[in-house]
C-alpha cells in the first residue's frame, strides 16, 4: 500500500471528525509553509517558538503570529 499524502493528519481518525481534521490541516499547512526574511530576503525564516520567528541566515528575530507572520 503506497503512503498517503496527508501525513500531517497521522493519528486524526475518524473519530476527530472532518472539521476538525480540516482545521489541523490548514494550520500544519500555514506553520510549515515558507517565508521571506524581512531583512535579507532568505526563505530560510522559521518559528522557533510561539509567535518568534527567527531567520537562519541572517540572525534576525521578529515577533508575529503563533502560526503565520
Not at 475518524?14 to 489541523?24: L, N
Not at 494550520?27 to 531583512?39: D, G, M, P, S, Y
Not at 530560510?44 to 515577533?63: L, P
Request: aromatic residues 10%; glycine residues 12%; hydrophobic residues 30%.
Amino acid at each position: 500500500m503506497p503512503k498517503r499524502a496527508d501525513q500531517p493528519l497521522k493519528g486524526l481518525g475518524t473519530k476527530y471528525g472532518a472539521t476538525v481534521r480540516k482545521r489541523y490541516s490548514r494550520v500544519f499547512r500555514e506553520l510549515k509553509a515558507k517565508r521571506v526574511c524581512q531583512q535579507c530576503g532568505s526563505s530560510s525564516f522559521t518559528r522557533i517558538a510561539i509567535g518568534v520567528w527567527r531567520c537562519n541566515k541572517c540572525g534576525h528575530t521578529a515577533a508575529g503570529g503563533a502560526y503565520t507572520f
